[in-house]
């Protein structure tokens, strides 16, 4: 069935639906790895967002449920070239196609993806309509287009209540001894973040995003996560709220992405929408203090803005090579440092995930 896709500057592109039959308003990103599209499809960080994959072909090695990052699919909706009509894959249990009906997800498959990407690289990030009504009046739905916002997406993502885990959880080894006790901020928390604390030895409690900070602090934790998310960070007022009083008590605090730009919120600086932002496995970050430079994933949209930084509070820490933008911030009075990219990095690449060894030492401490 033919399917369309009907950008808010009038572009209409042509293609096969595939997933859910439903129609979708969303904003419309585009993601430049050539792997992982499971993790992407389940990335709390896409809530709000219609993701078009640059990569040509996407769902030959089909999914396979412990790859997934959260519970349920996140993105509104999914763009591709060609969608795989097979899995090569010992570990498959189902096809992309099947996932994506599952999961209520709407897509268009066999439009141009590079002609949208450039389009979306010249004109900035788009709102979009994903449709299998070929009667479309374009002027209603540019006026649709123009209405539509991002908004309310954190509280859709987050946990409904505080849950707990430990070494053995999400297939981790069960003899590693706890030693540290950690409280995540979940405004949008990945599986692989939890993951990687669970595999250090530490036990791990997530925490609705509008927790009030003085419930975190009454349960002692060694130190907090701030973890990523998705919309813009100026929509969490009363998150950041709490942030304040969090970064106060003098607690470690390791924040990443979404986190990372509440926190600065929360300390004097200012955020901005970047024009089509980060997303993919291959942004080049370097490190400041040592030069050296990792290879990271990414999902973002926002950044903090490098000029609004309040000199006394923090300095950054690593910068984009690519464009030079923040990707990391180190606080001077308090026990906190932050990144934009994603050391986690599931589905890869892992070379900063010796991040979560630097916040142990800091709890440790």
């Not at 439903?22 to 599209?37: A, D, K, L, P």
């Not at 600086?269 to 970047?274: G, Y």
């Amino acid at each position: 069935m033919k399917a369309y896709l009907i950008l808010e500057d009038g572009t209409v592109f042509t293609g096969t639906g595939i997933g859910s039959e439903r129609e979708v308003i969303s904003e419309i990103v585009f993601n430049t790895s050539m792997t992982g599209y499971p993790e992407v499809l389940t990335d709390p960080s896409y809530a709000g967002q219609a993701v078009a994959m640059t990569y040509p072909l996407i769902g030959n090695y089909g999914i396979c449920t412990k790859d997934l990052e959260s519970k349920k699919a996140s993105v509104d909706g999914f763009i591709v070239r060609e969608l795989s009509r097979l899995g090569s894959n010992f570990r498959k249990e189902q096809s992309i196609q099947e996932f994506l009906a599952e999961q209520d997800i709407p897509g268009i498959a066999g439009i141009d993806t590079r002609a949208l990407t450039k389009r979306l690289r010249e004109k900035g990030t788009m709102n979009g309509m994903i449709t299998r009504d070929g009667a479309f009046d374009l002027d209603s739905v540019m006026e649709k287009l123009k209405k539509y916002r991002v908004s309310g997406v954190v509280d859709k993502v987050t946990a409904k209540q505080a849950v707990s885990f430990r070494p053995g959880d999400f297939d981790t080894d069960s003899s590693i001894p706890v030693t540290e006790r950690v409280a995540i901020l979940d405004v949008g928390t990945k599986y692989n973040i939890v993951r990687c604390l669970l595999n250090r030895g530490c036990e791990v409690t997530v925490y609705p995003a509008r927790t009030k900070a003085e419930e975190i602090l009454s349960a002692d934790p060694d130190g907090i996560m701030i973890t990523n998310g998705p919309g813009d960070p100026k929509d969490c007022g009363e998150t950041i709220g709490n942030i304040k009083r969090l970064y106060a008590s003098g607690v470690p605090i390791f924040a990443i992405c979404l986190g990372h730009q509440l926190m600065a919120l929360a300390n004097g600086a200012d955020t901005e929408k970047m024009k089509y932002g980060h997303r993919g496995a291959n942004h080049p970050v370097k490190d400041v203090k040592t030069g050296k430079v990792y290879i990271s994933s990414q999902n973002h949209g926002y950044v903090v803005r490098a000029d609004s930084i309040p000199e006394g509070v923090a300095e950054i820490a690593f910068i984009n090579v690519n464009d030079g933008t923040v990707e990391g911030l180190r606080y001077k009075d308090k026990p906190v440092f932050t990144v934009q990219f994603h050391p986690e990095a599931c589905a890869g690449p892992r070379d900063s995930e010796i991040l979560f060894d630097r916040f142990m030492k800091m709890m440790e401490r």
